[in-house]
């Protein structure tokens, strides 16, 4: 299958491929699959109003699934709900993320609902990326929503970036963590303009040592907003940590609310949130260097947002 040049850009953006990868890989465009492949270990079927099941097979090493979703077409309301199973002792990596080129005056939107479910002693890296752009005034709009089942002795690390261009977005992530499971949860977002975006991130650590960490990093800009909600709820022996640190600009309006709730004795949960301006002296280090103010703010971002 030849790609176009935009669904090329579109795809490199929020999955960094332009040619079709090897190995699992699912395509959807305006809401229909138009590629799939499964590899030896990984099999990809058509699941519950015409999403994904993905099942990787236990013991499966060093493998990646790709399943990135693009919107090109104005107008368009794509709902979609995937499952992902990583077997037993598996370690793998799974890039999804959505891309959306709208260049009207209509609303394009993705809805997806990821279920993930990682069995006993299995290592998997989730990375999910956002991105929207067109000359239009249409609305780009992305509301995903990831559950996730940690199992016994699984390592799960879940990657989150919305880049740039969304105009509206609501992220929901809940999570359950069974015994002696592992759940990092990074996050790193930009807004812009009138953009609005809220992160509501829920992790239940279920079992006996158990461990869950939610890491955010965000940039407001102009008049957007974002609200950033976490909640660690402690059910047995185990250990939480939230960590906000944003930077406001312009006349954006950021909030952090983080939430700690301890079930048990032995339940250790910590938190803490900075919201704040890009200092002075880092501008002024930079621009002593050669930089314009401009130059200096971008590259003071892009160091925050890695």
Request: with cysteine; hydrophobic share 35%; charged share 25%.
């Amino acid at each position: 299958m030849k790609l176009e040049e935009l669904d090329q850009n579109l795809l490199h953006t929020v999955s960094d491929f332009k040619d079709i990868p090897t190995g699992a890989v699912n395509i959807r465009k305006d809401g229909k699959p138009i590629y799939r492949h499964s590899s030896p270990n990984i099999e990809i079927k058509t699941g519950e109003g015409g999403g994904l099941v993905v099942e990787i097979k236990p013991g499966t090493k060093n493998e990646t699934v790709h399943a990135p979703v693009i919107l090109t077409q104005t107008g368009i309301d794509d709902k979609v709900f995937n499952q992902f199973i990583v077997g037993e002792n598996a370690d793998v990596t799974i890039i999804a993320g959505c891309g959306i080129h709208n260049d009207s005056h209509g609303r394009s939107s993705h809805e997806g609902l990821h279920e993930i479910i990682v069995k006993e002693g299995a290592r998997l890296k989730y990375v999910e990326k956002h991105y929207g752009e067109g000359g239009g005034t249409g609305e780009k709009v992305l509301y995903p929503t990831t559950r996730i089942e940690v199992m016994k002795n699984a390592v799960v690390e879940i990657e989150t970036v919305q880049i740039e261009g969304v105009d509206d977005t609501v992220r929901v992530t809940e999570a359950h963590i069974h015994e002696k499971g592992s759940l990092k949860v990074m996050e790193r977002l930009m807004t812009s303009g009138r953009q609005n975006a809220v992160s509501d991130i829920k992790i239940f650590i279920e079992g006996q040592g158990g461990s869950g960490q939610i890491l955010s990093r965000s940039v407001g800009k102009d008049n957007s907003t974002q609200v950033f909600k976490a909640a660690l709820v402690g059910r047995n022996e185990c250990q939480g940590h939230v960590e906000c640190d944003s930077i406001i600009m312009g006349q954006a309006v950021i909030k952090a609310v983080p939430e700690l709730i301890a079930e048990d004795s032995e339940a250790v949960l910590t938190h803490e949130a900075a919201i704040g301006k890009i200092a002075g002296e880092q501008l002024i280090k930079l621009m002593s260097l050669g930089l314009t103010e401009e130059q200096a703010i971008d590259t003071i971002l892009e160091g925050f947002l890695k």
